[in-house]
């Protein structure tokens, strides 16, 4: 299995609260995702990195931000959460040049707006 | 953008039955990957099988195989001799040009029960 550690697992906060989610992963690859997973929806990409200190936006990037100071870790954090925001979030990593360039991702967290 | 869809929101097979996922997508490019991804209640996201774009022979692994028809843009997934263990939540998934970032865009899922 890939070594990706999410961290919190499981957290439940109230609205307009700062909420970080780390993403540690121990595989030396240069790509690394966030992504939600919403029933309906299925896994949509908020923000992604391609090296230390290179994001670029998703498709639903709109109250997130994220950052990369070092290969081994991404952040995602909701600077004043809101309720829409309540979802599982998915980390993934891919190498750089892989001939398929597939993803390996984390266990989820499950982060709940009250 | 690449849209990938998935019609069936749910799909019931009996136990040793073969049963046929559908996923349909919608891009301009002519080289890409596609994926079909299995969550299982767990919440895993585990790689089933994979396609290459270019090539035309259809991606089998074990008892899971694909249909790719890459003019009527089409990438289903056959589960042959189903099991319990079969019954998770599946996603297709689109890999554009690397130099994009390979991001994968997601249907919006399938989820499969698997009956005795």
């Known amino acids: 299995d890939a070594g990706i550690t999410q961290s919190p697992r499981h957290k439940v906060t109230e609205t307009g609260t700062p909420v970080t989610l780390r993403c540690h992963q121990t595989?030396?690859?240069?790509?690394m995702y966030w992504y939600r997973q919403d029933p309906g929806h299925g896994l949509r990409l908020i923000h992604y990195s391609y090296g230390v200190k290179d994001t670029d936006k998703g498709e639903v990037s709109d109250g997130y931000s994220v950052s990369r100071s070092k290969t081994e870790d991404f952040l995602l954090t909701l600077e004043s959460a809101t309720s829409s925001q309540t979802s599982v979030y998915f980390c993934a990593i891919s190498e750089a040049a892989g001939v398929f360039g597939e993803l390996f991702f984390g266990e989820g967290s499950r982060l709940t707006v009250l | 953008a690449q849209t990938v869809t998935q019609s069936q929101p749910e799909m019931s097979v009996q136990e040793a039955e073969t049963v046929t996922l559908s996923c349909t997508y919608d891009t301009s490019e002519s080289d890409y990957y596609l994926f079909w991804y299995k969550q299982p209640p767990s919440r895993q996201m585990i790689l089933v099988i994979r396609q290459e774009a270019y090539k035309q022979q259809n991606a089998t692994e074990n008892r899971f195989s694909v249909n790719f028809q890459k003019a009527a843009k089409s990438f289903s997934l056959k589960i042959s001799d189903s099991q319990l263990g079969d019954a998770a939540m599946y996603f297709c998934?689109?890999?554009?040009?690397?130099?994009?970032?390979?991001?994968?865009?997601f249907g919006t899922g399938t989820q499969l029960k698997v009956e005795l």
């Open positions: 595989e030396n690859h240069r790509y």
């Open positions: 998934a689109y890999r554009s040009d690397p130099r994009g970032g390979n991001k994968l865009t």
